[in-house]
Every structure is written in structure tokens, then in C-alpha cells.
């Protein structure tokens, strides 16, 4: 006969020293959990509810400018500082840390319309509309700096003077090469006061440039002609150039995926294309109102920001048809330019109120040293929010977003009008033959033709 | 890629016998741990969400098969058996005889505590099972630690206990006294007296919605949420007094036996009952749920033991012979049933999860004189508690307890600290009352989308004849005063059934409908192209 019973000695279940860590045991069979999946959807509900309260995204507002902010860039070797200028020729250096200007960089004569900063981060390059290139000489941040709110001005390196006013400056990876975006396309190099290198194509001047994080000699550009154009440096003429219905503000290139690009559009949507294949858009990102002037992607790649002629600015996901996410204030009149920050945690926001703003990409984020189990706890509520938001009571709190009542009413009629529309479409193909109507695809409908 | 394959085919073949044994053990637990099938995403055309859907299902798969390893391999304690060799059975073993085999720490939970005085003792433990309450019928309440054997506290009422019941864990328990039920706080101090339930004869917990059930004299079911003191639910079930209640730990929902034999479950959000099951011919004594929530078990006076299947509401076996006043499932499985000063213990036999088969597997009686008024298997632990009419007992039944106990879960050495942050997310995790359902795991699933289909030609057509079967068959009223002939009677009838048949209008008009224009489609195509516009379109 054999016989055991269950016997547990107290050594083996409980801690030796008050020093040492309790012991945890688990046994993860479901029959000792009733009711799991009712627990699981009640912990969702509190994770949202959680998210709503803790959501603070606004951290400051950085000021100093007299006039509206037009540009900001960044400098990927140093976290900490942005750099901004405004519609009269003030160029400053802040410190995104205690928000405060570090150095100014006077010279402008007119609005400032491009910044940027070579990728060893020791050059800013800034172009306006007084026809001048300046190229300055970027300060090395030293210990002292943080406290001192410095007003130090300092004195350009060097300064262009050249025939057309600029629109808009980018410095390309890894090279010596910047290009400028005027009457034409311009490439020019640190040392030469002149352009290497120049494109055109018809007479309408050239909006916005942006160099190819992966390939250092592959740009996009924008036109005032509404299209979208891409160059390769090696070529003596463009490699791809499509046609929208409308002009598009800015461009920017996903930094994981770098053949994709995401072009910011006068009619309020974003399009995302392959580079290679641009007769048709990847994704259409639409939740604007009004024209999108400026967008960033995040260092990650999933996600990007974009700010809005309609005084907001919104984060969508880089596949997602809708965004994520949307920032406004009373303050904040229309935003010009927008950019993620380098550690993907903040977006920071340039506006028409001569103020920059800093929010965060994660507006429920807890900022600082977080423990580990404060961090498993937070992934925890995520992942189990993520599984229950297609519920309808978790949805409409994760859902839940106040906007401003302008973009609330203009939301309104944008949906009244798109369901006239189809409904008229509608109606119209089931009374006539079949195949007649032939409706194409939203990604497709925008872009006019392919040309070369 | 193909040669991969094909070498992993050749491993598997030559797997020696035993490998290939745990391997289907292994699987059935996966199956376990995949808590049913997966979704079926052939029928979805949104590919953004397939893929995702088809991603997270490889993540459950790997996830179920890791908890099945740590099953395997990582669990601190195996569970308990008795096993016989040869002729000997098991229900001939003795408790002496267990004693004898077994180790000194498991052999100090088999003691009698006799208390003569104070009338027949009702038991309830902690869902970790470390703590106890005794309620004896003349007013004795003691709240006990099991593990050190230790009184914690115990006071004497002076009025009869008819029920007694711990809240969600030992600072607070409930005892159903003469008038009015009370809680009491650990250290014995009354904390609350619940005036509106009137005299209570069964009070049961309900862990998950913090709800104290209870069905008093007069045969009323009352819910009460004990956070904030709220009733949620008074409901009259209408079959008079019982005092058989039991709550099913699966899903939450309370069954009463009456005694026209029927069993009923309620749910708070319903005047109604959500099933009433004709279980037994005469009054139902005691009802038990399985902690996996299939299983009922219930006895009726006429001495007959059914176990029923929940999924189907179906009588899967009957065992006969004795009246069993009390019934009890322990986390394994085990059922035991009590009568007089007997208590026997059945087993399931088959190892299948599909058909059961309870079958004797110990017994145990105790002194002439002792009725045993409550059994309750203590949690995680191999032992039975056996209330009786001289104080209480406890045997060891090899194989009845849970071996690995979750600390998130149920923690028998929870420390004062652990215990104070599990009470505060267990208040986090409170569920609604409106989450009590006879299937739990509807929750959190989507509605699947009716479209309403078109009935088809003969759903109409068998529709038709009823509504005629039925106008045909009601009785007209017999007027009086020579209003009553036959002719107008007929007359009358017929419209009735013309009425009927005139909400099913649309066959015959579509039929003529449809063939008049097929008739002028056909002439359209006999003429020449050019003179198709002088064809009849009628």
C-alpha cells in the first residue's frame, strides 16, 4: 500500500531573513482562476480609465521669439538642444532641459525659411528669404552652460549671398553636401560659395527638400507645381516625379524604412509612398482639417508627428489611417513646424504665437527612473488594454479626445460631405450599367500622373 | 527547405517509446492551457487585421506550451495518492492506517475536537485554507489558525448560529444568528448587523463580486455587495422555504434545492431563475458544485446521489444507497458525502475529462453518537473538515488537495503585508454583479453580426400554413339572442383565414410580376436590333 499526502514544511514556503526577498510561487492553471476572462476586461477598463487621468502631455512652452516660429532642427549628436528661428531673422539655440535660449544667432536680414545641421552636428546651415545661405559655427555644450542663461550672439562662419529667396535647407547624411530649395533645386558644399550642382524642371520654384536617411545621395522635393519629385545626385536629372491634386508642405523619410516617404499635403491628409513605386500611395493619413505644414517621423520609425494650419498638431502610426493622437491649446495659433525628438519621448512643436512648445509622445507617460516592476506594470496594462479596445465600453474611453469646437464642427461637415458624396456615387452606379463607374481607390485618386 | 522536413520526420519516428508518451501528455496539457480553440481566420478579408490575429494566436500557442513545460518540470509539490496493491481496496483503509504510513506534519491533521455542549458545528475556510471558522447551533463561533492549530479568537453569541461564512479573507467572517445575520471583525467585535435580511438560514461569499448571498426562512434570495453595503438584489424565488444554497465557483451563480425536488439558479440581475432542473422526486437535501464548474452534484431524500453535467443539464450518474445531508467537491475532484456519523468519499475513475465515474474510494466512521452536520474539503491541502453535533474533526483524504498553490492567488503563508495588498487588488479586480452568467467566457467576445437573411421559399410557405392552422383553430364566441347562425359563423371563419393569408401577399404578385416581363423580354428578342425600341414594354 503507498500512500502520500500533501505536507508542506514552512522552511521551503517562507524567507529565511527579513533581508531576503519573499518567495513567489505560481501555478498558472486555469481551473484555479474563475472567472479570468471577466477579470482580465474589468482590469482593461481600469487600465484606460488610468491612462485618461494620467495624461498630462503638455510639459512647456519655450519663449523668446518676437514673431512667428518658422523652422526648428535638430542635432542628432546632442539630445538635449533644438534649434529654432522665426519669420524675422532670430536663430537661437534652446536647451529643451530648463527651456531656455543657450545662444542666439543674428544675421538674418528676413524671415528665416530653412535650418539645419550637419550629421556631425558642428555646422547649422540656415537659409531666408533675404537670398542668403549662413553657415555657423555650432557651440560645444560645456559644463557651465545648463545654469547660465548665456545671451551670447554668435558670428556666422560664412554667408552666401546667391540670386532667389529660399524656401527651405537639408543637409544630407553622412556627406559634405546641403541642398536648398528656391527658384530651383540647389546642391551646394560647405566651402564653396556657389551651388555644385543644380536641378530644374519648369518655372515654379521648389517648396521643400529632404535628404534619404539610408542612401546619402537620393533626395525628395516638393514644387509649387503640386508635385512631388525625387533626385539622385549621381543622375543629371530627376529619377521619379509624380503629380498630386494638391501642393505638399513638406516631406519627410521613414529613418527604419528609408525607401518610404511620407509627404505632408495642402488638402489636410498625409501620403505615404514607396519611393520606388509612386503612381500609388501606400497610405492616405487623414484626420486634419486643415493643411498639414510640417512633419517629423519618430526615431523608431512607427510613428510620426505632423502640425496643422488648424492650430493642432496629431501623432499617427506610420501604417494607420488615423491618428493616434491629438495636441491643442487655446495658445497655440497655427503651427508651422513640428519635430520628434531624438530619444523618441517628446514632440516639439513651433507655432505662429512665437512660441515653441514641448509635449509629450506619450501623454499618459511617466517621465524619469521608473522601477522595474512600475515598468512591468505598465506594459501589463497596455497589453491587456490593447486586447479589450475593440470592446464598446473601452473603446469609448480609449477613444475619448477633446478638440478644440473649429475642428470638432469642420470634422462634422467633412463627414456630412464625404457620405453625400458616396451615397451619390452610390446611387448613380446602381443606375447605370455596370462597369461604367469605375471609382479609384483614395490612395489613387490624388495623384494626377506619373511623369518620366 | 523539403530535406528539413524530412529529417525532422525521421527524428520523430525514432523518438524512443517514452518520449513519445510524454509527448502526448504534453499535448493534453497544452490543450489545458489553450483554455479552447483557436479562432478560425479563414473568413476575415481584412488582412491587416488577419495577420495580427494570426500573430497573436502563435503567441498563445507558445505561451500554452511553456506553461505546459513549468507544469512538467517547475511545480514545487506532486499530489497525493493512496494506491493499493493486489486484493486490498481502497475504501478499506483506515485513518489509522494512513497515520501509520505517513509523515508527523500531515498526521497532526486527523484530530477530533469534541465539543458536546454547544450543538452542531458548520465550518468554513479561507480560499488559502489556512484559516478556519467554526459555528456551533448553540452560539459558539471560533475562529482558528490551521496551520499552528492556534485559536485566534472565539466568542460565544448566545443565540443560535445557524450559518457561518468568511468574507474574502479571515479579518472579516458572517455568522446567520436567530433574527438577523451579522458580520464580525477578527478580533470578534460586531461589525455590522444586516437588519433587512430577516432570519437567514444559508449565507455563501461570492469572491470575485464581493457579494454575500443568502436565502433566509421565508425563502427570499438576497445579494449584498459588502464594500459598500449596497443590496443589489432581493429576490423572491417563489418556491417557499429551503435552506439547501450553494454557489457555483466557476461562474458565480447560486443554486437552491427545494423541496419539490427541483434545483434552481439565480443570478442578481434576474427576478426569474436562469435554469430550474427537476433533479430528484422528493426534497432536494444537498447540492455540490465541482470547482470546474460541469459538475453538479445533488441528494435527495430518497437516497439516491446524481451527478449531473452542467454544459448539457444532463444526469450523468446515479449512485444509490445512502441519504447523503451534505455534499462537497474538493479541488481535485474528489467527492465526499456525509450521512448520519458516515462519511464516504467517491473518486473519478475514468481519467478522462469527457465521461466521469464516480466510484468508492474511502470511507470513514466516526463514534455512533456523532451526526455530521457539514463537510468541506480544506484548499491545498489533503485533508476534510467534518462538522458535527460534538465539535469537529479533521481526517486526511490522500489526493483531495491542489499540490502548487499560486501566491497571487491563494497564499497559506501569506505575510500581514501580502495579505493588505492582495485585499486592495482584489478591490481593484472586483467584478460588477452583472458579470454573473452561466457562461463566463462570453465576456470580452464580440457579438457575432446578425444579418438578416431573406426566409426562403419554404420557411414562408410551412409560416403560411401555420398562421392558417391557427386562425382555423380558434374558437369563435357563441352569441346569443338569435345572433348565432350557422351561415354567419362559416363566414366569419373564412375571413379569418383570408386574413391570414393575406400578410403572405408577395409570392403570387412576384410570380405574375416576374412573368409578364419575361414574356415581353422574349418578344423584345425576336425583332431586329433596329426596331427593339418599338417593342411592347408592358
Known amino acids: 500500500m503507498k500512500i502520500k499526502t500533501l505536507s508542506r514544511s514552512v522552511d521551503e514556503y517562507t524567507r529565511e531573513r527579513s533581508q531576503d526577498l519573499q518567495r513567489v510561487f505560481h501555478n498558472f492553471d486555469p481551473s484555479l482562476r474563475p472567472m479570468e476572462k471577466a477579470v482580465e476586461y474589468k482590469r482593461a477598463l481600469t487600465a484606460a480609465k488610468l491612462e485618461k487621468i494620467f495624461a498630462r502631455p503638455f510639459v512647456g512652452a519655450m519663449d523668446g521669439h518676437r514673431d512667428g516660429v518658422s523652422c526648428m532642427a535638430k542635432n542628432p549628436n546632442y539630445l538635449k538642444g533644438i534649434f529654432s528661428a522665426s519669420m524675422d531673422g532670430d536663430i537661437r539655440l534652446w536647451d529643451i532641459s530648463s527651456r531656455r535660449t543657450v545662444c542666439q544667432f543674428p544675421g538674418h536680414q528676413g524671415a528665416v525659411r530653412g535650418l539645419t545641421v550637419s550629421t556631425d552636428g558642428n555646422v547649422l546651415v540656415s537659409c531666408g528669404t533675404d537670398c542668403t545661405v549662413r553657415l555657423w559655427k555650432v557651440p560645444r555644450p560645456t559644463l557651465e552652460d545648463s545654469s547660465v542663461s548665456s545671451e551670447n550672439f554668435i558670428e556666422p562662419a560664412a554667408e552666401y549671398v546667391w540670386k532667389n529667396a529660399f524656401w527651405a535647407v537639408d543637409h544630407q547624411f553622412e556627406g559634405d553636401l546641403f541642398a536648398t530649395a528656391g527658384a530651383q533645386l540647389e546642391i551646394w558644399n560647405h566651402n564653396r560659395a556657389s551651388p555644385v550642382q543644380s536641378f530644374q524642371w519648369g518655372t515654379d520654384s521648389v517648396i521643400s527638400v529632404r535628404f534619404n536617411p539610408g542612401e546619402p545621395d537620393i533626395l525628395a522635393t516638393s514644387a509649387s507645381d503640386r508635385s512631388i519629385t525625387i533626385y539622385d545626385l549621381r543622375m543629371s536629372s530627376a529619377a521619379r516625379r509624380i503629380i498630386m491634386m494638391t501642393k505638399t508642405n513638406s516631406i519627410a523619410w521613414n529613418p527604419m524604412e528609408p525607401m518610404n516617404l511620407t509627404a505632408a499635403n495642402e488638402d489636410g491628409s498625409c501620403y505615404s509612398f514607396d519611393g520606388r513605386k509612386m503612381d500609388e500611395a501606400k497610405c492616405v493619413h487623414k484626420d486634419h482639417v486643415s493643411a498639414v505644414m510640417d512633419i517629423d517621423f519618430s526615431p523608431t520609425g512607427r510613428e510620426f508627428v505632423t502640425g496643422s494650419y488648424d492650430r493642432s498638431v496629431r501623432i499617427f502610426p506610420y501604417n494607420g489611417g488615423h491618428s493616434r493622437e491629438i495636441y491643442h491649446t487655446k495658445r497655440m495659433q497655427r503651427v508651422f513646424c513640428v519635430k520628434y525628438s531624438c530619444d523618441a519621448t517628446y514632440v516639439l512643436s513651433g507655432s505662429d504665437d512665437t512660441n515653441l512648445r514641448l509635449w509629450k509622445a506619450k501623454a499618459s507617460e511617466q517621465l524619469g527612473v521608473i522601477l522595474p516592476r512600475e515598468q512591468k506594470k505598465h506594459e501589463y496594462n497596455e497589453a491587456v488594454k490593447n486586447r479589450y479596445k475593440h470592446l464598446p465600453e473601452v473603446k469609448r474611453i480609449v477613444r475619448h479626445r477633446h478638440l478644440p469646437k473649429p475642428i470638432y464642427k469642420a470634422l462634422g461637415i467633412i463627414r456630412t460631405v464625404n457620405d453625400s458624396k458616396r451615397r451619390k456615387e452610390d446611387r448613380r452606379r446602381a443606375h447605370s450599367a455596370p462597369g461604367t463607374i469605375v471609382t479609384k481607390p483614395l490612395r489613387q485618386r490624388r495623384i494626377i500622373k506619373e511623369v518620366e | ?538
Not at chain 2, 518540470?73 to 493499493?84: K, V
Not at chain 2, 459598500?228 to 417563489?238: C, D, K, L, P, W
Request: with cysteine.
Open chain 2, 1 to 538: 527547405m523539403e530535406l528539413s522536413s524530412e529529417d525532422n520526420n525521421l527524428t520523430e519516428k525514432f523518438l524512443p517509446p517514452i518520449e513519445q508518451e510524454s509527448d502526448v501528455e504534453l499535448e493534453t496539457k497544452v490543450k489545458k492551457y489553450l483554455r479552447g480553440e483557436g479562432a478560425n481566420l479563414e473568413t476575415l478579408k481584412d488582412k491587416k487585421l488577419k495577420t495580427q490575429l494570426a500573430s497573436r494566436e502563435k503567441l498563445y500557442g507558445k505561451s500554452a506550451k511553456t506553461a505546459a513545460k513549468i507544469e512538467k518540470w517547475l511545480l514545487p509539490a506532486e499530489a497525493g495518492y493512496l494506491e493499493t496493491d493486489g486484493l486490498e481496496k481502497t475504501w478499506r483503509v483506515k485513518q489509522t492506517d494512513i497515520a501509520n504510513e505517513v509523515d508527523l506534519l500531515s498526521s497532526r491533521n486527523q484530530y477530533d475536537i469534541v465539543l458536546p455542549d454547544f450543538g452542531p458545528y458548520k465550518l468554513d475556510f479561507t480560499a488559502s485554507g489556512r484559516h478556519m471558522i467554526a459555528g456551533g447551533r448553540k452560539g459558539h463561533l471560533a475562529l482558528v489558525d490551521m496551520m499552528s492549530m492556534n485559536l485566534i479568537k472565539e466568542i460565544q453569541v448566545k443565540e443560535t448560529v445557524r450559518d457561518v461564512a468568511f468574507l474574502h479573507n479571515e479579518q472579516f467572517f458572517a455568522a446567520a444568528q436567530k433574527k438577523y445575520a451579522y458580520i464580525y471583525g477578527r478580533d470578534g467585535t460586531e461589525l455590522h448587523c444586516l437588519k433587512e435580511r430577516g432570519p437567514v438560514a444559508r449565507l455563501r461569499f461570492l469572491k470575485n463580486h464581493f457579494l454575500l448571498a443568502s436565502v433566509n426562512k421565508s425563502g427570499q434570495l438576497h445579494y449584498q455587495d459588502v464594500t459598500y453595503g449596497g443590496m443589489v438584489a432581493s429576490i423572491r424565488t417563489g418556491k417557499g422555504r429551503t435552506d439547501v444554497m450553494e454557489v457555483n465557483p466557476y461562474n458565480g451563480v447560486v443554486a437552491l434545492g427545494h423541496s419539490g425536488g427541483t434545483v434552481t439558479m439565480w443570478k442578481p440581475t434576474s427576478q426569474a431563475p436562469l435554469v430550474q432542473m427537476q433533479c430528484h422526486p422528493g426534497p432536494v437535501s444537498s447540492v455540490a458544485f465541482h470547482p470546474n464548474g460541469h459538475l453538479m452534484a445533488t441528494s435527495g431524500k430518497e437516497r439516491k446521489l446524481k451527478i449531473w453535467d452542467l454544459r448539457k443539464f444532463e444526469e450523468i450518474q446515479t449512485i444509490h444507497g445512502f441519504h447523503a445531508k451534505t455534499l462537497s467537491f474538493s479541488q481535485k475532484g474528489l467527492l465526499a458525502a456525509g450521512t448520519g456519523s458516515f462519511v464516504q468519499i467517491l473518486g473519478d475513475s475514468s481519467g478522462s475529462s469527457s465521461s466521469h465515474n464516480y466510484s468508492r474510494y474511502m470511507n470513514h466512521s466516526m463514534v455512533k453518537g456523532y451526526q455530521i452536520e457539514k463537510l468541506m474539503f480544506r484548499p491545498y491541502e489533503d485533508v476534510i473538515g467534518i462538522g458535527h453535533s460534538m465539535g469537529w474533526s479533521s481526517i486526511l483524504i490522500p489526493g483531495s488537495g491542489e499540490p502548487n498553490f499560486d501566491s497571487w492567488v491563494a497564499n497559506p503563508f501569506e505575510t500581514s503585508k501580502q495579505r493588505r495588498e492582495k485585499e486592495v487588488h482584489l478591490l481593484l479586480d472586483k467584478l460588477p454583479p452583472e458579470t454573473i452568467m452561466l457562461d463566463p467566457s462570453k465576456i470580452g467576445a464580440m457579438k457575432p453580426s446578425r444579418r438578416k437573411e431573406k426566409p426562403s421559399r419554404g420557411e414562408i410557405e410551412a409560416e403560411k400554413e401555420v398562421a392558417i392552422e391557427a386562425a382555423k383553430s380558434t374558437e369563435l364566441k357563441k352569441k346569443t339572442k338569435g345572433r348565432n347562425k350557422p351561415s354567419k359563423r362559416t363566414k366569419k371563419k373564412k375571413e379569418m383565414v383570408e386574413n391570414a393569408k393575406r400578410t403572405f401577399p408577395e409570392q403570387g404578385h412576384n410570380n405574375t410580376a416576374s412573368k409578364k416581363r419575361r414574356i415581353g423580354e422574349d418578344a423584345a428578342a425576336e425583332l431586329p436590333a433596329s426596331l427593339k425600341r418599338f417593342a411592347r414594354k408592358n
